[in-house]
């Protein structure tokens, strides 16, 4: 059974840069049929998609996070990075990492089949 | 700018069918939206119900079944258990790899 497992700081300061991994167990995150999401959702809110990477490296964005998102792979440790720059009040939120499933060929993504627990973080001085 | 728009709350009798929508505030939802809905308690990860308008994950009960209402996306219910009262979430994928959730439905069963 696959597994996600999101780790990093669970408080920041507002103005610094957000670091948070998702480490994959129990599947190769090499694999070709799927892209690999960062999610969070802030208090009380409803969830936001952040963005994905695809093993290769190719990645999209939220269009309204894009300026300061950047989401990499390191296919040798079998996970997956996101740094989030100019923190604020705003991006407080638990924060959580997904493996999407993509259609063979075209590649589209079109299901969010496994989650990670999730991982809260705090920005605050 | 986008939005999904779905009913803040709904309620429901126990053994009774509900319906939750899932629209666009720019047009008409339909199949090609992949649309999925995804069920969340409190303190937990979301837990994905229905991909790609009406497949179901792995393990999901057969009371849940997804599918397109006019122009919007739907999530029904039938047989409503207790243990169904959650947060219900309905996400579109609008191309280009982006995907858009919205502010999700409070279901109280009473």
């Known amino acids: 059974q696959l597994q996600l497992q999101e780790s990093g700081p669970g408080l920041v300061k507002p103005s610094e840069t957000l670091s948070l991994t998702c480490t994959v167990s129990?599947?190769?995150?090499?694999?070709?049929?799927?892209?690999w999401g960062w999610i969070r959702q802030p208090p009380g809110k409803g969830p936001e998609w952040i963005g994905s990477?695809?093993?290769?490296?190719?990645?999209h964005y939220n269009p309204s996070l894009s300026s300061r998102v950047t989401i990499s792979v390191d296919t040798s440790k079998n996970r997956f990075s996101l740094q989030l720059t100019s923190l604020a009040a705003a991006d407080t939120a638990v924060y959580y990492c997904?493996?999407?499933?993509?259609?063979?060929?075209?590649?589209?993504?079109?299901?969010?089949?496994?989650w990670g627990q999730g991982t809260l973080v705090t920005v605050s001085s | 700018q986008t939005v999904v728009t779905q009913e803040p709350s709904f309620a429901v009798s126990p053994g009774g069918t509900v319906t939750l929508t899932c629209g666009l505030n720019?047009?008409?939802?339909?199949?090609?939206?992949?649309p999925s809905w995804f069920q969340q308690t409190p303190g937990q990860a979301p837990r994905t119900l229905i991909y790609?308008?009406?497949s179901r994950s792995s393990g999901v009960p057969d009371r849940f079944s997804g599918s397109i209402l006019g122009n919007k996306a739907a999530l029904t219910i039938t047989g409503a258990q207790a243990d169904d009262e959650s947060d219900y979430y309905c996400?579109?994928?609008?191309?280009?790899?982006?995907?858009?959730f919205g502010g999700g439905t409070k279901l109280t069963v009473l």
């Open positions: 997904a493996r999407i499933a993509a259609a063979a060929g075209s590649l589209r993504p079109y299901y969010f089949k496994y």
């Open positions: 129990g599947g190769s995150i090499s694999s070709s049929d799927c892209y």
């Open positions: 990477i695809y093993y290769t490296g190719n990645t």
């Open positions: 720019s047009g008409s939802v339909s199949v090609g939206y992949y």
């Open positions: 790609t308008t009406n």
């Open positions: 996400a579109l994928y609008m191309g280009n790899g982006i995907w858009v």
